[in-house]
């Protein structure tokens, strides 16, 4: 079942308003591959919106992951205001 757990899919359910399983999957996909980047800020990006925040305490975070992520935060947001 795991194979069915992708980019994708998390993407679709996004669209259809289906967040919370969107993050399990890119939680899934984190966890399966620590190094994807931009699967981390899209999952930073669904705990926000979900109003929690990401298992992974940022403190553990390097300095350039979390400048990373916020630019990430940053793009996300100027895209929504230019729509």
Known sequence: MDSLKTKTLAEIYI??????EAFEIYQALVEKDPGD????????SL??????????PSTARSKEEKIRVL???????????KR
Do not use: D, K, M
């Open 15 to 20: 669209r259809q308003g289906h967040l919370q």
């Open 37 to 44: 980047l931009e699967a981390r800020e899209r999952l930073n």
């Open 47 to 56: 705990s926000q919106r979900l109003g929690f925040l990401s298992s992974r």
């Open 71 to 81: 630019q990430g935060w940053l793009a996300n947001i100027q895209n929504r205001r």
